[in-house]
């Protein structure tokens, strides 16, 4: 079985690894400019004159007045700035020691400065580095390989996928060229070399091909363009991207991370009862494996519709507000958008099982 498994794998590994070569960008990412004469600096409120507001201007987030900045960075550090206080929807609410991000913007009457955001850099380290001390205390070795593979699975994200999109590739082959180099390579660096690692990734591999047609026959079937908010107008107007087959992409590539949990679950389940039932054959670990199987599908599914529900509350309070009817609702592009990523990645999920179940049922039972 095992030398079933490698004539397999090995193909599969040296067509991946030639896709990845044909379809590499040659010239990196398109780095995006900034426009001319912006300047982004960091810098720390030092003091915050108040003052009364107009009439008819809103004392809305920080009120009206003025910011004292010490600049942190740059030819220009150490130097002190005075700028209005951010004002408007999604402007950083602000006080004296914040550090924070500014724009120097050039105007006939000289540079001008504006606080557009904080600086988060220090939080988010301590952030990750408790992630990383609470995986390691827990997941001791495997905690340490999975950290591995999540480092690669970004290096094969923003080295490869996202600029070979940006290099024009089409994003459904990309997608599914990086996944598949995702799986080959992190299943097997976190789970080891194992049997059941190679099942679960022929189950990954096969679910993973069945959600990128599905997912391409729905979207062409409902025609959906993918351009459904101001960051994929953006993506499209400034880069050219095709975003219906960006929006595929993304399906695949977000359907991945459930995929191989459910595909590693039931390869180590089928092992196990084979391992604690020697007697067991491959109808019996069928069976045993499907029940466990389906247990786990049905808390899996309720976690997707939850996951994508949550991304996109702010949709759903509008909607909701609105008062539009449940058809007007449903048909509309951007929920129907959500409703494909939701259902396709179901059916893979549910495909998943049953094939990942056989072959580990078949591999355990010719083992025992």
């Not at 908010?229 to 977000?254: F, K, P, Q, R, Y």
């Amino acid at each position: 079985m095992r030398r079933l498994a490698l004539a397999v794998i090995v193909p599969i590994a040296v067509v991946t690894l030639a896709l990845m070569v044909w379809l590499w960008p040659s010239s990196g990412t398109v780095a995006t400019e900034q426009p001319a004469g912006v300047s982004e600096l960091k810098g720390e409120i030092t003091a915050i004159q108040r003052e009364d507001c107009p009439r008819g201007v809103d004392e809305d987030v920080n009120g009206c007045g003025t910011a004292q900045v010490r600049v942190t960075s740059g030819a220009e550090a150490g130097e002190q700035l005075e700028t209005l206080l951010p004002s408007g929807p999604g402007a950083p609410e602000v006080a004296e020691g914040d550090a924070v991000v500014l724009i120097e913007t050039s105007t006939p009457d000289g540079a001008a400065y504006s606080i557009i955001d904080h600086q988060r850099a220090t939080e988010l380290w301590v952030l990750a580095v408790a992630f990383v001390l609470a995986l390691i205390a827990f997941g001791r070795w495997r905690g340490i390989t999975a950290l591995a593979g999540l480092a690669l699975t970004f290096a094969l994200l923003l080295l490869f996928v996202v600029p070979a999109i940006l290099a024009g590739e089409p994003p459904l082959l990309v997608s599914i060229v990086g996944s598949s180099a995702i799986v080959l390579t992190v299943l097997y660096l976190t789970h080891g070399f194992a049997l059941s690692t190679t099942v679960a990734v022929l189950g990954t591999l096969a679910s993973l091909t069945l959600t990128g047609l599905l997912s391409a026959a729905s979207v062409a079937a409902l025609h959906l363009t993918g351009v459904t908010d101001d960051i994929s107008t953006s993506v499209v107007s400034t880069h050219s991207v095709n975003m219906e087959g960006l929006l595929l992409a993304g399906i695949v590539i977000g359907s991945l991370g459930v995929l191989d949990d459910v595909t590693v679950t039931q390869a180590a389940t089928v092992t196990e009862l084979a391992r604690a039932n020697p007697s067991y054959r491959f109808g019996q670990l069928y069976r045993a494996g499907s029940r466990v199987g389906r247990s786990h599908i049905a808390s899996v599914i309720n976690t997707i519709v939850l996951a994508y529900a949550g991304s996109s509350l702010p949709l759903l309070i509008l909607i909701v507000a609105d008062g539009a009817s449940f058809g007007g609702v449903v048909t509309d592009q951007i929920i129907a958008q959500e409703i494909v990523r939701s259902a396709v990645a179901t059916l893979g999920l549910i495909a998943a099982v049953p094939v990942t179940t056989a072959l580990a049922a078949l591999a355990s039972g010719k083992a025992t």
